[in-house]
């Protein structure tokens, strides 16, 4: 079982929609949690930080749940923007080097 | 800023040859690290550092090697290059907290044939 799991889709919604990904991981004692984005054939880069009170961005909103040990991550009135490769990242210790990535969900919003 | 900086952007190798990653930051970041990325799994950690003169392995360390001679540098050697190893490198930088993510290079696609 991986460590970090993700529904890969992909999700195919029209403009205007509001979509949901979810994310769960295993190592009860992760201590931060991420969402990255990556354009095809692109690095990811740093979409938003998930809070254990929740937290949002614009359109993003991400959740985290350690009770149950996912995460997710709403975005509302998608855009065509927005089509790209979200990853779950969790990072199970005080530092960097205990990074673990998603596979990553594929989106992508049609006119 | 120019972030991270990654070189070559693509490459391509015979079995057995070997070559450097090279990665540079000019964030003053402590850490930084070395991912693979294969079809339909996530990044994996191959190397990483805290710090010049320090490093450490990760997930997928063998068949290559690291040094951190500077704050800045932190190139990729690939002692013998396998079919195995064709993948999308990419380096990452960040603070020692990683509470606040990684900075990204823009990638090295590298083929073995």
């Known amino acids: 079982r991986k460590e970090v799991e993700q529904d890969p889709g992909p999700f195919n919604v029209p403009e205007g929609a509001t979509v949901a990904f979810n994310c769960t991981y295993s190592?009860?004692?992760?201590?931060?949690f991420f969402w990255y984005r990556q354009d095809c054939r692109k690095e990811p880069k740093l979409l938003m930080s998930v809070y254990s009170s929740g937290n949002e961005d614009g359109r993003f909103t991400a959740q985290l749940n350690r009770a149950s040990q996912y995460i997710s991550l709403l975005i509302r009135d998608s855009k065509l923007s927005d089509s790209a490769t979200y990853l779950c990242?969790?990072?199970?210790?005080?530092?960097?080097?205990?990074?673990?990535f998603g596979a990553g969900t594929r989106l992508t919003v049609k006119p | 800023n120019a972030g991270v900086t990654q070189t070559p952007k693509f490459q391509v190798l015979k079995t057995g040859q070997s070559m450097t990653l090279q990665c540079a930051q000019d964030m003053n970041h402590e850490y930084m690290s070395w991912y693979r990325q294969d079809p339909g799994m996530g990044l994996r950690l191959i190397h990483y550092s805290v710090g010049a003169g320090i490093t450490d392995q990760g997930e997928v360390p063998n068949g290559y090697n690291v040094s951190r001679s500077t704050t800045e540098d932190f190139p990729l050697r690939l002692l013998s290059a396998a079919p195995s190893q064709t993948s999308v490198y990419f380096c990452a930088s960040g603070q020692l907290s990683g509470a606040l993510g990684y900075t990204f290079g823009s990638g090295t696609r590298l083929t073995v044939v």
């Open positions: 990242v969790v990072n199970r210790g005080p530092n960097n080097n205990d990074m673990r």
């Open positions: 190592n009860s004692a992760s201590q931060s």
